[in-house]
């Protein structure tokens, strides 16, 4: 998605059809007919593909007009240090069938205020372990902004990301999940920039309904869907956002629905956000540039 110079790559994400009936090529069939650049691959889906669909893979994708944006997985950071690695170089072989150039992962499952210190230092030294094995496959290992973990703040965020210190680690901005924490969407992004390797977007109708998002509502199949709406239907606001994000080149993002009407919903976010990209993009062009005919 092009805009006014500014290159805004959109994925959708397979964990949108988790409970859905439906193969990865009618997913990536769909996904490249409605417009979008690329998937979002969910681990779990990586390793089902492995065993029963071996030939699926990069090449297969591309011939299609797509990539995978992102394999997203669930990385453990305490238990054995070799079960770690193992699982890591395990994923990292799986991002590399599919040149998938980034994995996603959280870090812990409690809030961070509550993660003693000599936790937190083993939990840092894991993802420094799966950053250094990421970084060897040329794959870039991408810690989830979200709530109960080491980076559901900016302050725990920014220190999680000085602590591990390594190159192989950046940060997937989920927008709703920082603004849930409480953070300026616009200061988070600012100080994260250097970090970001992708973003989530999603949106929530209220901040009292924001446990619709808690992992163990979004994975159940009888989980409540009440209070998930479109991009730009929920309590969350995203232009101050947008006009920050875009100033990032060539950006990933992937929109990331779990309710209901799941192909009716993307389609209208996407074009939705293209229509809002578009229109902070106009506003952004100096007087003197319409004037003259020039674009930026």
């Given at each position: 998605m092009s805009v006014g110079g500014t290159m805004m790559k959109l994925?959708?994400?397979?964990?949108?059809?988790?409970?859905?009936?439906?193969?990865?090529?009618?997913?990536?069939?769909?996904?490249?007919r409605s417009g979008f650049d690329g998937i979002e691959l969910w681990g779990a889906h990586a390793r089902g593909l492995a065993r029963t669909h071996p030939h699926y893979g990069a090449d297969w994708l591309g011939d299609l007009g797509l990539s995978v944006s992102m394999l997203s997985d669930y990385l453990p950071t305490d238990g054995d240090p070799a079960i770690v690695r193992e699982r890591t170089q395990r994923l990292c072989r799986m991002a590399q069938h599919w040149s998938a150039p980034k994995i996603r992962t959280f870090v812990g499952d409690r809030p961070s205020v509550e993660v003693p210190e000599d936790k937190r230092k083993v939990m840092t030294s894991r993802v420094r372990d799966m950053a250094a094995i990421a970084y060897d496959h040329g794959i870039r290992l991408l810690v989830e902004t979200h709530p109960n973990t080491?980076?559901?703040?900016?302050?725990?965020?920014?220190?999680?990301?000085?602590?591990?210190?390594?190159?192989?680690?950046?940060?997937?901005?989920?927008?709703?999940?920082?603004?849930?924490?409480?953070?300026?969407?616009?200061?988070?992004?600012?100080?994260?920039?250097?970090?970001?390797?992708?973003?989530?977007?999603?949106?929530?109708?209220?901040?009292?309904e924001l446990n619709v998002f808690a992992p163990g509502n979004v994975y159940a199949a009888a989980g409540c869907r009440e209070g998930m709406v479109p991009l730009f239907e929920g309590a969350m606001s995203l232009d101050a956002f947008l006009s920050a994000a875009l100033v990032m080149s060539d950006a990933d993002a992937s929109l990331e629905w779990f309710g209901e009407d799941c192909f009716e919903t993307l389609i209208r976010d996407r074009v939705a956000l293209l229509a809002h990209i578009g229109a902070l993009m106009q506003r952004a062009v100096p007087r003197e540039a319409i004037v003259e005919g020039r674009s930026i």
């Open positions: 994925s959708v994400c397979t964990i949108t059809f988790r409970h859905h009936l439906i193969s990865i090529w009618d997913i990536a069939v769909w996904a490249r080491l980076a559901d703040s900016l302050a725990s965020t920014q220190r999680l990301l000085a602590e591990v210190d390594h190159p192989g680690l950046g940060i997937n901005f989920d927008a709703l999940h920082v603004w849930e924490g409480g953070d300026d969407l616009v200061s988070a992004h600012r100080a994260l920039a250097p970090y970001i390797g992708h973003y989530h977007l999603k949106n929530v109708r209220s901040r009292g």
